[in-house]
């Protein structure tokens, strides 16, 4: 309102609200304009800023604090050390939980796609009705909230006698693995060509031909990085595998969150070590499918 | 351009190899979880004593105001963060890449990692104090961490960092034509903006907000370690995990995990009211 009367003599012209917003172009140039700009910018800077500082800030001082000697009361602290990780790994036996975490996830992820690879292959090149409720459906588990289905999960898990044991804690992931291998491989599957298969086909390959030189290659690199994707996806199960773990059966970040929820004795820099080790395995496996998709793209020319 | 050829009898085999894992290991156990929640554990008849326990303990029916006084602030100040970042760094200016990449960086940590970062920042010889301690601008720390103040950040830092990376794709959808033609017929920034890339983006900032909202509301881990479990930070999935894990009662568990399931439809459904009284739509026209 105020910019508008700084022009008198257009403001009487226009009667309408377009017109009004043509006659406020002058505003830029004004010095209210200016300080408007300056303004927002400024506050966006300070936004950015005050931000970042703290997810720089708590990062630096939680990944500090594992590597740091002894921290209390100075700015930075005394020495650097691995030794509070190597006592952690000790203490809670992590390569342990790393090889039981492993094993689970690397079957599960096996056999969710085994499962999964014959659906997503119907969805994709087969019409029926219903299709895209049944698409809606496998989409249901990881849209609605996991408590739901964990706990009678539990129960019947702990009624049957498969809680606490390493075939149950695969078979709970494999309520993760299937719908999210379906999610993510059919628009893959959706985006292969069918005709190279009848082009095959139809130049007399046979059935193990067309497989082996038309299918197989196709496929390979989709879904080595979609096993990636699952296998991540399983390593960050949490609700469900902490519903029905036992002692000496449950996930890394299962266990890590059991000390870390108990143990308010043990000196931080050890349990904030503990906690970056939930870090490497995600790393690892981040770096490990960049790699993978450039590597696939590099072969084939895309 | 695929041919898709009508699925023939023995096609549907296929789907079952996935299909019956997910109706035994997924849809039986959620159909008896709504049927648990109507049983008591020893007996066997149907009742409404869970949920009668639940609306009249307070110790049960305070975690409703509890999470949503958590998470319903928190989630509207993590949309003005995001928003604000994404939006000031969506024109071309240098370093707005390794911004973006900063703001999402917390969703590679998770949660736990996260939980933890913020104790040892926040804590009160942490450097979040000392630093204000140091410029003299307040005596004693605060204490930010094990306490509503600790969730509060954790959440603001995780769900910033999801809002962000959804609203950094949208924005990119978002055609700056249309924004370019309102600039040059004369527009302000500020009208521009309230009058085409508000309305083009309205929508999907609100589903963002909704589907970031319902994560949030079943918050636990960081419920349990940077905030006070025992009162302050006692949300739905804590008190869930309590009577299921300590107390062994699955019925009352469940009828706190469906309380909190009736909650996040009641909330994505006003989001979703709100969200259909603007325009929903494509905003990528003539690319």
């Known amino acids: 309102m105020k910019a508008e009367k700084s022009f008198p003599e257009l403001e009487k012209e226009d009667g309408q609200t377009v017109q009004g917003n043509i006659n406020r172009k002058p505003l830029r140039n004004s010095r209210k304009g200016l300080f408007l700009q300056k303004g927002y910018k400024t506050s966006s800077w300070a936004l950015i800023l005050l931000f970042l500082t703290i997810v720089l800030g708590m990062t630096i001082a939680v990944v500090l604090s594992a590597f740091g000697e002894e921290w209390y009361g100075t700015f930075l602290p005394q020495g650097y050390t691995i030794e509070w990780f190597i006592k952690a790994w000790q203490a809670y036996e992590v ?182 080790t939930l870090m490497i395995p995600l790393l690892f496996f981040s770096f490990l499918s960049l790699w993978v998709s450039s590597f696939t793209q590099r072969r084939l020319g895309k | 351009m695929n041919q898709e050829v009508f699925a023939k009898k023995r096609d549907y085999l296929l789907l079952l190899p996935s299909l019956i894992p997910l109706l035994l290991l997924f849809v039986y156990p959620l159909l008896k979880g709504f049927v648990m929640t109507f049983q ?168 963002v907000f909704a589907l970031n909202l319902i994560m949030q509301i079943g918050v636990y881990s960081t419920a349990v370690i940077v905030g006070n479990p025992a009162s302050e930070t006692r949300t739905f999935v804590v008190v869930a995990f309590e009577e299921a894990m300590r107390n062994f009662n699955y019925n009352m568990a469940n009828t706190v995990a469906i309380v909190m399931g009736i909650t996040q439809l009641l909330v994505l459904s006003i989001v979703f009211a709100i969200r259909k009284r603007g325009y929903i739509g494509s905003a990528s026209t003539f690319k």
């Open chain 1, 95 to 276: 390569g342990e939980y790393f090889k039981i975490t492993m094993g689970i996830v690397l079957t599960a992820t096996v056999i969710s796609l085994v499962l999964s690879i014959p659906t997503v292959y119907i969805l994709a090149r087969r019409d029926f009705p219903f299709k895209q409720a049944l698409i809606s459906f496998f989409q249901l588990p990881f849209t609605l909230p996991d408590l739901l289905y964990a706990i009678p999960v539990a129960s019947i898990f702990y009624s049957i006698g498969l809680a606490e044991t390493i075939p149950g804690l695969i078979i709970v992931n494999l309520i993760v693995g299937i719908p999210f291998s379906v999610f993510i491989l059919l628009p893959y599957m959706e985006s292969l060509d069918p005709r190279l298969e009848y082009a095959a086909t139809s130049l007399g390959a046979t059935k193990f031909k067309l497989f082996q030189r038309i299918v197989l290659p196709q496929v390979v690199p989709g879904i080595t990085a979609s096993a990636i994707n699952i296998f991540i996806r399983m390593f960050n199960t949490f609700t469900i595998i902490l519903l029905i773990s036992g002692p000496k059966t449950q996930t890394l970040n299962v266990m890590v969150f059991s000390v870390l929820q108990g143990s308010g004795s043990q000196p931080p820099a050890m349990l904030n070590s503990l906690a970056l």
């Open chain 2, 40 to 207: 008591q554990p020893e007996t066997a008849g149907l009742t409404l004593a869970n949920y009668v326990e639940f609306f009249t303990n307070s110790n049960y029916y305070d975690t409703i105001w509890r999470t949503l006084y958590l998470v319903v602030p928190a989630s509207i100040i993590e949309l003005f963060i995001a928003f604000g970042i994404t939006y000031f760094i969506r024109e071309k200016m240098r370093g707005g890449g390794i911004i973006a990449g900063l703001t999402i960086f917390p969703l590679t940590l998770g949660s736990i990692i996260v939980d933890m970062a913020v104790i040892a920042f926040f804590k009160p010889t942490g450097w979040f104090n000392t630093t204000l301690i140091n410029m003299g601008l307040i005596d004693e720390p605060f204490t930010l961490v094990y306490n509503y103040a600790g969730a509060f950040i954790a959440l603001v830092i995780l769900g910033t960092a999801f809002i962000a990376s959804n609203l950094v794709g949208m924005m990119g959808t978002i055609d700056p034509n249309l924004e370019r033609a309102a600039r040059t017929l004369g527009a302000s920034r500020w009208v521009t903006f309230k009058r085409v890339f508000w309305p083009l983006i309205r929508s999907n900032v609100l589903t």
